[in-house]
């Protein structure tokens, strides 16, 4: 009997979102990320064990609901930039496991922010299961995202000062890329400064909510396998575009997706508020039109529904994904220096994967 048996767990390409050929390819390339991504698993439940029969439960509940598993995936395929590259035998190669507990210290962090974000978005579920704050409270959600983030800074020291220095930034950069939404969102607090929502104030939002962490998670790949200073850096940039390029892809699916696929309800980011992508370019066209008018306050759900209608009749969705076009472009131009290596293919496919999603 396998381990996935006796633990109850489902195979790994169903617990890591990620298509079993997908897998198969990179391992038929020299790529076994499949290691990392086994160990991250692995590691993920135990880093979140505890004396606190309930605290486990809840911090595992997000971890049990599944998830793409993208960010220790991207430390995972550019751990292989660098000189010291993963190997086969686990046991025989240091790498490995620096490059699986860095994998797990940026999931966790994600899955941090997820509770947080459910708890600032009154979000009644995540991933297609009821969300923590409404399973529970609101305190116990926002608590067992401070524990997560808690459990990720405990492990990152054992890699380091480098490692720890690194993710301290990038929590500083979530926490305002956060902060900056709430500012420009139309549903702030009479107290707190508003920021106009432009189009710049947007793109600041998701560098710092999103493209911070996947930045990070290809930072710490590179660097944990010996790469030089300026490849890393180019990992750091490659990272971070791909991460703009994903938000921008959500962005466009929550009023394109005429489903709750991903476990989001489309139109959530209307009810919030919160001026994306494909919105902007909208009200950029017509400033005093009908979307303009039903955005000038709070929607109701056939407000959202309209203004979805109204947003997938214009050219404001194809208009978005050129934009986040332009980041993948980008994104891969930053692997040129890498030459022409198996991972540099599968870093590509990773950022034109973006593009896919959305059509």
Known sequence: ???????????????????????????????????????????????????????????RYLISAGGKRFRPLMVALTGYLGPNTPVTRPSANGTLRSLVDAGVIVELVHLATLYHDDVIDEAPARRGTPSANS?????????????????????????????????????????????????????????????????????????GKTASLIETSCRYGALLSGASEAQVEAAARYGWNVGMAFQLSDDILDVASESEESGKTPGTDLKEGVRTLPVLHALAQDPDGELAALLDGELDDADVERALELLRAGDSLARSREHAARYVTAAVDELRMFGERPVVTALTRLAEYSLDRVG
């Open 1 to 59: 009997m396998t381990t996935e048996a006796r633990s109850g767990q489902p195979p790994r390409a169903a617990r890591l979102s990620i298509p079993a050929p997908v897998l198969d390819e990179l391992e038929a390339h020299g790529l076994p990320v499949a290691q990392v991504l086994d160990g991250v698993e692995q590691r993920l439940h135990d880093q979140v064990s505890s004396n606190n029969a309930f605290v486990d439960e809840v911090a």
């Open 135 to 207: 399973r529970w409270d609101n305190t116990v959600a926002i608590l067992t995202g401070d524990y997560l983030f808690a459990r990720a800074s405990d492990l990152s020291a054992d890699l380091g000062v480098d490692v720890t220095r690194i993710m301290a930034r990038t929590l500083a950069r979530l926490c305002e890329g956060q902060i900056r939404e709430v500012q420009g969102s139309l549903g702030a607090m009479p107290d707190v400064p508003q920021l106009e929502p432009t189009l710049e104030h947007y793109l600041e939002v998701i560098s």
